[in-house]
């Protein structure tokens, strides 16, 4: 018999509860590491020493030492492009110039630090952690950011986004120093989080009996433009700082533009710059900036400027256990976005025209941006604090929290823009130089959530470009859109996009209350959905089964009845009988409903084969398929088409099933089907360790790591040639998974899930803000914010101001945040034997209420308050819910929290 403590998997859970208990200190960063995480060979699921792991996955998380290597932490505001931060505190992948740019970086820009303590020689430091292996390259690590001159000793970088915190450590250095980064980030403001800035606030605490004198500047070589290079000393209120550009630029040049790296509410006579270096030569600019720096904490302002790269210091003497800040911060200013540079897909002839930047239609140039964040950033920093508290304080559990924060960076890359006219629009992700798949592509935006919840307005603007711009009056939806948008439709429709895109309209109308805006877009909604029933179409004989040729979001069609692109069809048609009610068409309604009844029916008979969910592949000839639903991706036969799922156990299977519960619309397919269905997906897809998977696809996880894969055959019955992505596991996909695992009350299953995806991003690894699939940044991966929307179970219809709040947690207790088009706040939802309390607060805006509906049965009564005042209401029950009626309208406001109490 084997000995089991020569297996690995043993040694290590050993291991885990020595450490545990106490029994074993971890000193490298391999064994604090290993003490950190769960077993990654091991299944977690409602086991102590599962929920033991979960305990120590913490948020905002923590990483150090080599753990910081892969780091790059966005900042930058919605439609503006980014600066990232990166684990050492230096700054990285500078995406500001209407594209994506992995990996660019202006050959000096670095922060410094000069302390001196009284009586004391002064030190000098690079404002970074030490360089990390490897040291190789054709010149060692050359001389860009003079990786030559000292830096701290180490670093502890702690991210919850929008705020990045560093704390540096160097026994030389006679202070403490620590670096906060951000840019505001308000819910519902899209203004508020689309600023142009990335704003850098290092702290410094003297611990010393004496005071100390403390110098930190800013090193930057000018990005804009190429041979004009100026840089220009301006001071404005609260402001001052290097305004950089190129006066040699043609004005319609891509980089044509501005920056400024300034400083903000710097005490009097605390700022000294440098225009440029003095010396252009070798490396005499730098020396000559070491020099001038490292003698006194100052610059020289009055040294000549021959060099682009410009220096803003500040200096001041920090008393005796005091501590002092300074803001940096650099603005933007690029407004020439065309779409043949960012690689968006352009009619013939508009490949250069430029679209712009609705960033830079609110400014001019950069220094009115810093004008502006002189002005502003008092109330816009208390803002973005008050949301990132209400995250904090949530007790949603840490990886559910680092998941959705985390991806809602992704609003803020060169994934998202806003033209000059406003309109968003969104890449799936982003090559490293350019764009990665153009056009609001309707199946892969299918899956997040954080525009609808976060910022609706940004949904509102998708929905009217895809519906009043991009669908032909015969229905059909271009998945994909060009710019300049509404010049040309593109000729190919996805049946998962297509139907995707009337769900997400029936969630939006719902969630704002606005029938006018829903009037508008509902004669091309109406003709998107009844698009399926053209002849050749997806269901020609509207018996409610899509058995037509189907392009979907695996880049390929599906011939004949499948559950991805059924199961959104029959969510379309119960969003579009809702709708198509509201607004008095009950003919329309009652054929929707007809088309969805008979629809549900068959496919619960005929694909659900015991266990999950399957395909019945159905080849077609060419000429019986309707111009547009054959993108060519079915193989070379249609009548025996290659790249199907058929008997797969696929992940997103019931991925309109997510949606409906999203929109509240209910079952789309019987519930005892769909429960066993994501036990089956969990069961076969998800692998606690990927040692032993074979793949031949992209790798986005591997060896040890855990993951959910695309697609399993557990009968055997694999195609020889499925379709091209089924062994990949993409992060959008486990987070769909895992918010409907929520949905139907499967936590732990959700948690580990949600877990291992986290851990795949540690920092080593990969980056812990940059989930990719076909590109960095993918926007799939924002399906992570239903997951607070599923465990919230805060679901708001708008149309009847009415709010169900039926917490997906172990006992009901939770404490969390929401948002509606209207408002933004908190709750808490307490629950005992024989009562159950609910608090309601407003941080920004309003939620109007006449009808709040609570889980539980039996008969109970009811109080309400509204601040101080108490409230006339009437409780009843409506199935396995208690339903509480406000006898008037009541609007949730900041300072009027509402309080509910039921007691039995």
Not at 842 to 858: K, Q, T
């Amino acid at each position: 018999m084997a000995d089991k403590r020569k297996d690995p998997s043993f040694r290590r859970r050993e291991f885990l509860k020595r450490v545990a208990a106490g029994g074993a200190l971890a000193t490298s960063g391999r064994l604090l590491r290993a003490a950190q995480e769960p077993p990654r060979g091991a299944e977690i699921s409602s086991s102590a020493e599962a929920r033991s792991a979960r305990a120590r996955f913490s948020y905002p998380r923590t990483f150090t030492g080599r753990n910081l290597k892969m780091i790059a932490f966005p900042l930058g505001g919605i439609g503006t492009g980014t600066v990232s931060l990166g684990g050492r505190g230096q700054l990285r992948d500078w995406e500001i110039f209407n594209r994506p740019d992995k990996g660019n970086s202006p050959d000096y820009c670095f922060a410094a630090i000069w302390a001196q303590a009284k009586g004391r020689k002064p030190v000098a430091r690079v404002l970074e952690a030490r360089l990390e292996p490897p040291y190789e390259g054709e010149s060692g690590l050359g001389a860009s950011n003079v990786p030559g001159l000292p830096r701290l000793a180490s670093a502890t970088f702690t991210g919850a986004y929008p705020f990045a915190r560093i704390e540096f450590s160097d026994a030389k250095l006679p202070v403490k120093v620590r670096l906060e980064a951000f840019n505001p980030l308000v819910p519902l403001d899209v203004e508020a989080s689309g600023l142009p800035v990335a704003l850098l606030r290092y702290t410094v605490h003297n611990p010393g009996a004496a005071p100390a004198k403390v110098g930190i500047a800013y090193s930057l070589q000018n990005p804009v433009g190429k041979e004009g290079k100026q840089a220009a000393f301006r001071e404005d209120k609260g402001v001052s700082g290097l305004f950089m550009t190129d006066l040699l630029a043609d004005p319609s040049a891509p980089l044509s533009g501005s920056v400024v790296l300034g400083v903000l509410g710097a005490p009097e006579g605390s700022v000294s710059y440098l225009r440029g270096w003095k010396r252009a030569q070798w490396w005499d600019g730098a020396l000559t900036f070491w020099d001038d720096f490292s003698a006194d904490g100052a610059l020289s302002s009055d040294a000549p400027a021959v060099n682009p790269v410009g220096s803003v210091a500040v200096t001041q003497t920090i008393p005796a256990g005091g501590e002092a800040s300074v803001t940096f911060f650099l603005a933007w200013h690029f407004p020439n976005r065309a779409p043949e540079r960012c690689g968006w897909q352009a009619p013939e002839g508009q490949e250069k025209t430029v679209v712009g930047n609705a960033y830079t239609q609110r400014f001019s140039d950069a220094w009115e941006v810093a004008r502006h964040l002189a002005r502003e950033l008092p109330v816009l920093e208390s803002r973005t604090r008050q949301f990132a508290a209400a995250v904090e304080a949530s007790t949603l559990p840490a990886p559910v929290l680092d998941a959705a924060l985390s991806n809602l960076s992704t609003l803020r890359t060169n994934t998202a823009f806003l033209t000059g006219d406003g309109e968003f629009h969104g890449f799936e992700g982003c090559n490293d130089q350019r764009g990665c798949c153009h056009g609001n592509c309707t199946h892969v935006w299918n899956y997040e959530q954080a525009t609808a919840f976060v910022f609706p307005s940004l949904a509102h603007s998708v929905r009217e470009s895809e519906f009043l711009r991009n669908t032909e009056e015969n229905g059909l939806m271009g998945f994909r859109s060009y710019l300049p948008d509404g010049l040309e439709i593109w000729k190919a429709a996805a049946a998962d996009g297509q139907m995707g895109c009337l769900m997400k309209l029936y969630r939006d109308w719902q969630l704002s209350g606005d029938t006018d805006w829903l009037r508008k877009i509902w004669p091309q909604a109406k003709k998107a959905l009844e698009f399926a029933w053209t002849q050749g179409g997806w269901d020609a004989d509207r018996d409610g089964v899509a058995e037509g040729v189907q392009h979907n979001t695996y880049d390929v069609e599906f011939y004949g009845p499948n559950p991805l692109c059924g199961v959104w069809y029959l969510g379309a048609l119960r969003a579009g009988e809702a709708m198509a009610r509201a607004l008095g068409d009950a003919e329309s309604a009652g054929e929707y409903r007809r088309v969805f009844e008979s629809g549900k029916e068959w496919i619960d008979a005929n694909l659900f084969n015991g266990e999950y969910y399957i395909q019945k592949v159905v080849g077609r000839a060419a000429d019986e398929v309707a111009p547009g639903l054959r993108v060519g991706m079915g193989g070379a036969d249609p009548l025996q088409p290659d790249y199907q799922m058929g008997e797969a156990c696929l992940v997103d299977q019931l991925l309109g099933q997510y949606m409906a519960h999203i929109a509240d619309l209910g079952y789309l397919l019987d519930k005892e089907h769909v429960r066993k269905t994501l036990k089956s997906i969990y069961r076969n897809n998800y692998k606690s360790d990927l040692s032993e998977h074979e793949a031949v696809q992209r790798i986005y996880a591997l060896n040890d790591e855990g993951g959910v894969l695309v697609a399993s055959y557990p009968s055997g019955k694999r195609p020889e040639i499925p379709f091209p992505y089924f062994a990949e596991v993409w992060t959008g996909l486990e987070y769909q998974f895992a918010a409907h695992l929520i949905f139907e009350d499967m936590l732990d299953e959700a948690l580990t899930v949600i877990e291992s995806t986290r851990r795949r991003h540690d920092g080593e690894r990969r980056n812990p803000w940059n989930e990719p699939e076909c590109g960095h940044h993918y926007a799939r991966a924002m399906s992570s914010w239903a997951l607070i929307v599923a465990l919230n179970g805060f679901h708001y219809s708008g149309p009847e101001r009415r709010l169900t709040l039926t917490p997906r947690v172990k006992g009901g207790n939770l404490r969390s945040f929401w948002t509606v088009p209207e408002g933004w706040g908190t709750f808490s939802h307490t629950n005992s034997p024989a009562s159950l309390r609910v608090e309601v607060r407003a941080v920004e805006g309003s939620l109007v209420l006449r009808r709040l509906v609570l889980a539980g049965n039996g008969k109970a009564t009811a109080a309400a308050k509204l601040g101080k005042e108490s409230l006339a209401v009437t409780a009843g029950e409506e199935g396995n819910r208690q339903v509480v009626v406000f006898a008037q309208q009541v609007r949730v406001a900041p300072n009027q929290p509402l309080t509910v109490s039921l007691r039995a």
